[in-house]
Every structure is written in structure tokens, then in C-alpha cells.
């Protein structure tokens, strides 16, 4: 297609009319692969006499055409564009990037970056010489756009992947150096200046943002350019040409320059000083720079600073970046020493003030409640918050230099208390106050653990806070919620006065002003972690939940949610009455989140948040009433439409919180709907398509179908659940592109198939054990052998007849034995088994071994015989005394708990170290092995817990409890079975058993009688358990 026919085509493009419009867009698709096409579009978007309008439907069509096809996601694939059209795109966007209006710079520069991205520097390698010789002529500013787009590249980029850096910086920076020094020279500098500094400021941070350039460790080389960014730190940003508008002046170009160099020199400073690096040439530069620039950079900072003091105008970006500076410099010595004299200044007449509730703060109140909430919430807005840097500060030096300032800080803030109490009303300091409840709560950690205040923070209270609950002023009585919910967890002397808070903040969730309702439900959160007597907020529950939906439909925002997690925690199955409603308004908000997340389409977006906390909500609601299995019955319609929505693509955000609700919905409901068995296929598909990291997390609900759903999953056909596992497990084992970590799932949904389905799958055994050999040969990771091998184990166990006539007639029951044998024996450094080291491991390996035991001569040979017997006696023993040792330590465990409730207010429960402690020596693993916790209450948490991917070090392979399966052979005891199957042997071929005896040495014949007689006293057990179960369930039942 030629240029004016193509122009047309882009003219049509902008058609009001949707068919003209259309029409032109199918053109351009159609056209896009041809030969010369990018050029051409190229062509029009450099062309001046062109209509801009066109010019910008190019050079977006351009700019997507680029990013999708430049560089092929398949490095087997074949690139849409032809290198010679690729090598004239190269020519000449360079030559034209600075040439063309901003609005089409902002898309050639994207164009630019997927380039360079893709072909610098083995593509592309005169990109860094065509950069040097435009930094030497007339197309600085060409050069410099693309320079920073170059660098940009290598900004996160660490070690070998960082080497091109080296080469730019040699090759450029001195030229850089240069231009900057005869820019800084200007003496009315024009706002073109400014975009020339503001450029090279990006070049030097990228190129020093994980680690200075060798270059610049030259003192010479980095004094000329610390003398130039501490000449625009000092020198005043120029008055005229400012914008009056807040908004368009902090993006102004001068202002940009000083913000950008502030970030430098922060960074500078933390990479130097902070980090104490351990390189001697490192150590010695950086304290080069703290002697020589750091107090200078101070020094600067403190003088912008006072800008603020006098009424003058700092943008809220720089003024947060220099406090960093400052919290920075309280730690060290000499930079403390020079702060010193200032401080009282800087404390009370700069900072303080920051933490004020100001004008601007009122506007939005006003104007817009919703904001304000989204801004006081959002932790991005903290990063470039003054207010949030100014308590970072004020904390930071109460921590690190306390002794001298808490006192003075803290009679500040009393002074101000004292002020506002004596003042009428009409000439109360409101915004003092509020800054000075701010300060309180920001010091919070800190008072908690100091005398003399640590003692007087209820009389504080009482006097200067809850007072707030009922101001005027809506702002205060916001932050008198926030203080509160601050200092919940203290002990209060007098259970009135927390009484008193807890319902000052529930009667603030009715205050008519938004913001306040807000604060209330973050600070009730608090307050329910810190109630010890329910009774206090039981009889207002129902209120509670009313006020706090109310308040959801008016705000998202995920920290609301976690307040509704906490009172569920709390409550636990009294929560029943209202888990229905609960999850209906919960499934409610969670579509209106999901909603606006779609419409605004951001990443970080409070919906998408607020979405994920609603699923996580409902998580914690169906474990909390999960002994209530018919409330599941009534919830599931509720819940199925958001599980068929966010099982496929459209939930891949939320994938990980929708299958926690599936696993509770097919684990705690009475049986398994065929409206739920509908789930099945859109997990196996999303398996199959891009959900391989979530494989740990629905091998969960897969289990739960096939072990509580076990009729349907052998006899529905339409459509067939066994073949459906089949094809996706033997597609994911078969894969040999997957790490033996992904694929760890597979071998136990084989077990769960095996062990739930006895005798009634005979035709998957010999599919299954090719498939479990076929990936055992080539897998490197021990844990993944261990699971192949139970696999082979579950098999005898299944049908011992049938698995070891499919091992001969395929001709590895030889190998197989041997390395299982072999796997047995290995042991670690510390002496513990190398394999088979959980509880269950041993379990399954006893069966399988011991459904051998009765088989016939001519299926297993005499000396095969004797082998699986020892082996067999050999790991009973060491499952016995495993399970000893796990009971030993859970009755300490108990003993500990218990002396824990005498002891503090923690409830008896552990800290996560501690289970992994217990778990660790009831597994009989060294701690290195990090086996989860068991919970025999909550087996479904533990179970959705157990199936996290396992580490990738050796020593920690098995990163699995041994409760995280429930299976059929829970029930069978190994010491029996194992006796049972000898008396088979014994009966079915007397003359076998009697070699098999008299060929045992003394070790193993003691062994043997050893085995037996615990099998005698297991029966005893059992049967005293039995007993005991149906006099309790007919003491239950009267």
C-alpha cells in the first residue's frame, strides 16, 4: 500500500462513523504484515505536512504493531517484520524521536524502548556510538531521550546482566559531564534547560540505582558531578513562569529538576553510607562521601526545609524525600552533631506542623470524603506523603535518639493538649490537636514499652482522646477512633474506660461524616483482637455487621475487610446465624469491586484489592462455621457463580483466594453438587493452559472430589472425570519442559485415584505406573523420587498381583525393586533416612511391601521373598518408633501449651517457629526439613496449606505434614495388616512360610516376633477406641 492510500485509510480511522471506522481498522489489520507497511507508517507520523490527528492514529498503530510483533515471545519463532525493514525503522526513529510534537515523542519513545529492550546490544550494536556522536553536536536533547531509555534498560539489572552498563557509562558520561556543567552555567535558564538537566538526572539514576558505576569510584570524576547536583540543590528554583495551579507546578519543569536531584543524592547516600558495603574500595568511597558531601547535602536540605517554615512553596515529593534524608541521618554520629543545633526548629516548626491537618486536607474532606479515605489508606500515596515522612522522622528519632528527645517531643505535644483545654471553643487549635493525637499514635511502640508513660497512657486517653469521640470537629473525631484503636491492646486498669473506647468507636460507624465511619471500622478491629469478654460486643454483633456492610457498599477497600476477617476469627461458629448473609454481601461487594477494577483497569487499583479481601473474607467464614455442614448447602448458589467466573481467565488475579473457597465448599458440604463437579473442568483446563503455579492449590479440591465423591468420579462418563485426570496428569508428568517441583501434585493424585478407588480402576494401573516410570528415570529432585515411588508403592498396595505382573511384562520390576531398596537404606550425614521420611512415607511403603508377602512362587521368587520381608520388618520397626516419638512430643507440646496459658495472655497459642519446631521432631527430620504442622481440628487448612511448593534445596524436599492427605489406609493398621498377610502366606503355602522363617537370622526372627506380638496389643487398642467412640456417641445421642 503507497503513503496516500495508507493516509486515507488512518484518516478513516478517526470516522465518527463506527462502520467507517471499522471498515478502516480491518484495512489496516489486513495490511499490517506486508513489506514496507512500518516504514510507511513511520513515514507519516515524521511527516509535518501530514494532519496530526493522522500522524497520532500511526503512531499508535505503529507503537502496538512494534510491541507485539518486534520481539517474538517464541524464540522458535519467525519475526513478522523483515530485517530490512526492521534495520530502516532503527535509522530513522532515531533521527526523528526529538523531531516530532510531544504527544507523538511519548509513543516513538515506547517504540524505542521495546527496540532497544529486544536488540541492544547484539542487534542494534551502533545504538551507543550514534548516543556519542549526538552528544557532541546539535542533537543533544535526540541523544539525551535515547540515552535514558538506554540506561533505563540496565536500572534493575544486577551482575553479568549489568555489564553493557559499564561501556554506556565509559562511553557517555563524560560528555554527559559536560553538557551538565554548560547547563548549570546559564544564568536565566529557560524551561528547555531544565528538560535537558531533568534527562541527565534520569541517565545518572538509573545508571547508579542498584550500584556505582567503576567511572564514578574515581574522586576526581565524582566531585564534578556532585558539584553540579549540589549547585541546583542550592541554587532557588526560578520564580517566574511558575504555574498557580498546585497540580501543574509540582509537574513544572524546574521543580522537576530539583526533585530528581534530591532522589540522586538520597540514593547516593544509602547505597554509600546505609549499606556498608563490604568491598574495601567501596567502604573507602563511601566514606569519602559521608566526610565530604553528606553534611553538605544536609546542609541544603535543611535550608529547603525552611522554605516550608516561612509560608514558601516545596513540592510534597521533594519536602518527602529530603525528610528521608533526615531520618537517615539520625542514626549517625557526625550527621546527628550537625542536625543537632537546628533540631528544635526543624521538630516543631517544620515537622509538627507537616503532621497538622491543614487546608488542603479540609478541601477534601469536603469536596470529596471518598478521596480523602482512598489517600489516607493507600500506601502509595504514604510513599510520597510529607505527613507520612514527617512521623517516620519523628519516630526514627525518639528510636534511635531518644534520651534526649522523647522527653521534649512529648511535653510539646502536652503543651498543646493543654492549650486546646484551656481554650473556648471557638479559639480551640483544632489542627494543632489533631497533629498532636497523630504524633501520639505515631509514637505508639514506643510509649507502650517507656516509664514514666507507658503508665499514664490510660489517663491520657481518657483525658485527651476520648473526648474527641464527641467533637465538633469531624476530624478529630477521626483521629480520636485511629488513636484509640492504636493503644487497644493496653491494659487498662479500669475495664470501663475500654468499654467506654469500644463503644465510642461502634457509635462512630453511624457518624454522619464518611471519613469517621472509616476510621471507627479500622479502629473496631483493634478493639476485637484486644476483647478478652465477648460478652462486650456479642449482644451488638448484628448491629456491628450492619453498619460495617453500609459502609462497604460506600468504600473499597480491603483494610475494611480484614476488620470483618477479625470479628469472624473471633467469633467463630457463633458467626453461624450470619454466615449466610454474610457471604451474600460479601459476594455482593466483591462483584461491585471487580467492577470498578475492570473499569479502571489499574494494577494497584483499591477494587482489585477489596476484591481479593471479600474471597478472603468468605475463606474465613466457611472454616469458621465448618462443622455446620448443611450452612454449606445454603451458601453454594451464593458462591458458584464468582467460583465459574474466576476459575478462568477473568480471575487469574484472585485465582489463588477462589480455589481456597472451592476446597471448603467440596471438603466441609455434606456431599459434593453436581453443580460444584461442574468446577472440575475449568481447573483442569486453566491446568492445562497457564494455572501450572497453582497446581499445589488445586490438587486440593481435586482431591476432595475423587475421595468424597468417589461414585461419581468412577461411574459418570459425560463427561469422564478418570479420563480427564488421565490426560492432564500424564500431559504434566510427560512435560518434559516442567522442573521436577512442578509436577509434584500429579504422583499424589495418583495415590488419592489408588487409594480411594480399590479394585475399581484396573485399567489405569498399567497407564499410571508407565507413566510414574517413564518420569522416575529422569528425576533428579529426591522428594519427587519419593513420591514416584509411593506411586509404585499405592500400586501393590491397590492390586499386588496385577501391579508386579505389569512391572515384569514391561521389564523393570527388577530396577524398580532395586531402587526402591536402595532408596530405603540411604541415610544422611546425620545418620536420619535420606527418603521416606514422613509417617505416611513409612505407611505406604509397609503395605505396598507387605501385599507382596502373600503372592505365589511364580510371581515372587524365594529370595525376592525374603528380601521384602526384611525390608518390610525393617521399616515397621522404624515407623514404630517414629510414631512413639511424635506422640512423646505432643504430649510435651501439650505440657507447654498449658504452662503457656498460666503463664501470659496468649492463648495457648504458637508462635509459627514453634510448630515448625514440634513438627520437625515429630517427623524424626532434622529442622533443616521444615515438615508443616499437623491440625487434626482443621484438616482441610492444613491441607490447603501442605501443598506450597517445596524448597529447591535437597534438605528441605519434603516441605509436607503427614496429615495432609486423608486417606482409606488412615484406618488400616501396617503391624496387622503385615500380620494378616504372613497368616495368608502361612495357610495359602505352608512349606514357603516354613523356609521363610527358618532362612531368618536371629535379628530378623526377633524382629518378627516383636511385630507380632505389637500387633496383638494394636487389636486391644483398637478395639478400646471403638468402644470407648460408641459409649461417647450414645451418651451424645441421650
Known amino acids: 500500500m503507497d503513503l496516500p492510500s495508507l493516509a486515507v485509510i488512518l484518516q478513516a480511522a478517526l470516522s465518527p462513523n463506527p462502520d467507517e471506522r471499522k471498515a478502516a481498522e480491518h484495512s489496516l489489520n489486513q495490511f499490517q504484515y506486508t513489506p514496507q507497511h512500518l516504514v510507511r507508517l513511520l513515514q507519516i507520523i515524521v511527516d509535518g505536512n501530514c494532519d496530526l490527528a493522522v500522524r497520532q492514529v500511526a503512531s499508535i498503530h505503529f507503537k502496538n504493531f512494534i510491541a507485539k510483533n518486534w520481539s517474538p515471545h517464541d524464540p522458535h519463532e519467525q519475526s513478522k517484520i523483515l530485517p530490512s525493514d526492521k534495520d530502516m525503522v532503527r535509522q530513522n526513529i532515531l533521527v526523528f524521536v526529538a523531531q516530532v510534537p510531544t504527544l507523538l515523542r511519548v509513543q516513538l519513545g515506547e517504540c524505542l524502548k521495546t527496540i532497544i529492550h529486544a536488540d541492544y546490544p547484539e542487534q542494534w550494536p551502533s545504538l551507543l556510538q550514534w548516543v556519542k556522536h549526538n552528544l557532541q553536536n546539535q542533537q543533544v536533547y535526540g541523544a539525551l531521550f535515547v540515552l535514558r531509555i538506554l540506561s533505563r534498560k540496565y536500572e534493575f539489572k544486577s551482575d553479568e546482566e549489568r555489564t553493557p552498563v559499564h561501556l554506556i557509562v565509559e562511553e557517555t558520561f563524560p560528555h554527559l559531564l559536560n553538557i551538565f556543567s554548560g547547563l548549570v552555567q546559564f544564568v536565566n535558564p529557560s524551561l528547555e534547560v531544565a528538560d535537558l538537566i531533568k534527562l541527565i538526572c534520569k541517565i545518572f539514576w538509573s545508571s547508579i540505582y542498584l550500584e556505582i558505576p567503576k567511572q564514578l569510584l574515581d574522586p576526581n570524576v565524582f566531585n564534578a558531578w556532585m558539584v553540579l547536583f549540589l549547585s541546583i540543590l542550592e541554587r532557588p528554583v526560578p ?154 522522622f519523628v519516630s526514627e528519632l525518639v528510636r534511635k535518639r531518644g534520651k534526649e528527645n522523647l522527653q521534649k517531643f512529648v511535653m510539646f505535644i502536652v503543651e498543646i493538649f493543654k492549650r486546646y483545654d484551656e481554650a473556648s471553643v471557638e479559639y480551640k487549635p483544632y489542627r494543632q490537636k489533631d497533629g498532636a493525637l497523630l ?158 477494577a475492570e473499569a479502571d483497569d489499574e494494577v494497584d487499583d483499591p477494587g482489585a484489592l477489596a476484591a481479593v479481601g471479600c474471597l478472603r473474607a468468605i475463606s474465613t467464614i466457611l472454616e469458621s462455621v465448618s462443622r455446620l455442614p448443611d450452612l454449606f448447602v445454603r451458601v453454594e448458589p451464593t458462591l458458584l457463580p464468582i467460583m465459574h467466573r474466576m476459575l478462568t481467565t477473568d480471575g487469574q488475579e484472585v485465582f489463588e483466594e477462589v480455589l481456597e473457597i472451592v476446597s471448603y465448599m467440596t471438603f466441609f458440604s455434606p456431599a459434593i453438587s453436581l453443580e460444584m463437579w461442574s468446577l472440575w473442568p475449568l481447573m483442569i483446563e486453566a491446568l492445562a493452559d497457564w494455572a501450572i503455579d497453582f497446581f499445589p492449590n488445586i490438587l486440593v479440591p481435586l482431591d476432595n472430589y475423587i475421595s468424597r465423591g468417589t461414585a461419581h468420579f468412577l461411574t459418570c462418563k459425560e463427561p469422564d472425570y478418570q479420563k480427564s485426570l488421565w490426560n492432564m496428569i500424564s500431559s504434566i508428568m510427560g512435560d518434559k519442559n516442567l522442573e521436577d517441583g512442578d509436577i509434584e501434585p500429579a504422583p499424589k493424585l495418583i495415590e488419592v485415584v489408588f487409594q480411594h478407588c480399590r479394585g475399581k480402576v484396573d485399567q489405569w494401573v498399567e497407564p499410571y505406573l508407565m507413566i510414574t516410570i517413564e518420569r522416575l528415570r529422569r528425576t533428579e529432585k529426591p522428594y519427587l523420587k519419593c513420591l514416584l515411588m509411593l506411586v509404585i508403592a499405592d500400586a501393590l498396595y491397590y492390586n499386588a498381583s496385577l501391579t508386579l505382573s505389569i512391572l515384569q511384562k514391561i521389564g523393570v520390576a527388577a530396577e524398580i525393586f532395586s531402587l526402591w531398596f536402595e532408596m530405603l537404606q540411604q541415610k544422611k550425614k546425620s545418620g536420619a533416612p535420606a527418603h521416606f521420611r514422613r509417617v505416611n512415607d513409612k505407611k505406604v511403603c509397609c503395605l505396598g511391601l507387605t501385599s507382596l508377602l502373600p503372592l505365589p512362587v511364580g510371581q515372587l521368587p524365594v529370595e525376592a521373598l525374603g528380601r521384602v520381608f526384611r525390608a518390610t520388618l525393617d521399616l515397621l520397626v522404624a515407623y514404630k518408633e517414629q510414631v512413639a516419638e511424635a506422640a512423646q512430643e505432643e504430649e510435651e507440646a501439650e505440657r507447654e501449651d498449658e504452662a503457656e496459658d498460666d503463664d501470659d495472655d496468649m492463648d495457648g497459642v504458637q508462635t509459627d517457629d514453634e510448630d515448625d519446631d514440634g513438627c520437625d521432631k515429630e517427623m524424626g527430620v532434622d529442622a533443616e526439613d521444615g515438615d508443616e504442622a499437623d491440625s487434626t481440628l482443621q484438616k482441610l487448612a492444613a491441607q490447603v496449606k501442605a501443598f506450597r511448593s517445596a524448597d529447591d534445596s535437597d534438605d528441605s524436599d519434603d516441605d509436607y505434614s503427614d496429615d495432609e492427605l486423608q486417606s482409606p489406609i488412615d484406618d488400616v493398621d501396617p503391624f496387622i495388616f503385615f500380620v494378616e498377610n504372613i497368616q495368608v502366606l502361612q495357610v495359602s503355602d505352608p512349606p514357603r512360610f516354613q523356609n521363610l522363617t527358618q532362612t531368618l537370622d536371629f535379628h530378623y526372627q526377633a524382629l518378627a516376633n516383636g511385630v507380632a506380638e505389637h500387633a496383638g496389643q494394636r487389636r486391644k487398642e483398637i478395639e478400646k477406641e471403638k468402644m470407648e467412640k460408641a459409649s461417647a456417641s450414645a451418651v451424645a445421642a441421650s
Not at 536531584?261 to 554509600?272: A, D, G, K, M
Not at 514499652?449 to 476530624?475: A, I, N
Not at 464518611?514 to 460486643?537: G, Q, Y
Not at 450492619?546 to 483494610?559: A, G, R, S, Y
Request: glycine share 4%; proline share 5%.
Open 239 to 392: 520564580e517566574e513562569g511558575q504555574p498557580v495551579d498546585p497540580e501543574l507546578r509540582k509537574s513544572w519543569g524546574w521543580w522537576k529538576v530539583k526533585k530528581w536531584t534530591v532522589h540522586i543524592l538520597n540514593r547516593l547516600y544509602t547505597r554509600l553510607v546505609d549499606l556498608k558495603p563490604q568491598n574495601p574500595g567501596n567502604r573507602t568511597f563511601a566514606q569519602m562521601f559521608q566526610k565530604n558531601y553528606a553534611g553538605k547535602v544536609l546542609e541544603c536540605h535543611l535550608n529547603l526545609l525552611n522554605v516550608i517554615r516561612i509560608g514558601g512553596y516545596l513540592p510534597d515529593r521533594v519536602t518527602n524525600l529530603i525528610l528521608q534524608y533526615l531520618s537517615n541521618s539520625v542514626s549517625k554520629t557526625s550527621m546527628y552533631n550537625q542536625l543537632q543545633p537546628r533540631l528544635d526548629i526543624v521538630l516543631f516548626e517544620i515537622i509538627f506542623p507537616l503532621m497538622c491537618f491543614n487546608d488542603n486536607d479540609q478541601k477534601l474532606w469536603d469536596e470529596d470524603p471518598h478521596e480523602y479515605v482512598r489517600k489516607g489508606y493507600d500506601i502509595i500515596e504514604d510513599l510520597y506523603s510529607p505527613r507520612t515522612a514527617a512521623m517516620d
Open 439 to 596: 504524633a501520639i499514635g505515631a509514637l505508639c511502640d514506643k510509649l507502650k514499652q517507656t516509664e514514666p508513660y507507658k503508665s499514664e497512657l490510660e489517663r491520657m486517653l481518657v483525658q485527651h482522646v476520648f473526648p474527641e469521640f464527641s467533637s465538633p470537629v469531624g476530624h478529630l473525631r477521626a483521629k480520636a477512633a485511629w488513636v484509640a484503636g492504636q493503644y487497644a491492646h493496653i491494659k487498662f486498669a479500669d475495664p470501663n474506660n475500654f468499654r467506654k473506647a469500644l463503644h465510642s468507636v461502634v457509635a462512630g460507624m453511624r457518624d454522619p461524616e464518611l471519613p469517621v465511619r472509616v476510621d471507627s471500622v479500622f479502629a473496631l478491629r483493634s478493639f476485637v483482637e484486644a476483647c478478652k469478654d465477648l460478652s462486650e460486643i456479642r449482644p451488638i454483633l448484628a448491629q456491628l455487621l450492619d453498619e460495617f456492610f453500609k459502609l462497604m457498599n460506600e468504600v473499597e477497600n480491603e483494610d475494611l475487610v480484614f476488620t470483618l476477617e477479625t470479628i469472624v476469627d473471633k467469633f467463630g461458629e457463633e458467626m453461624a446465624p450470619y454466615a449466610l448473609g454474610l457471604c451474600q454481601n460479601l459476594a455482593a461487594a466483591f462483584w461491585k469491586c471487580m467492577n470498578t
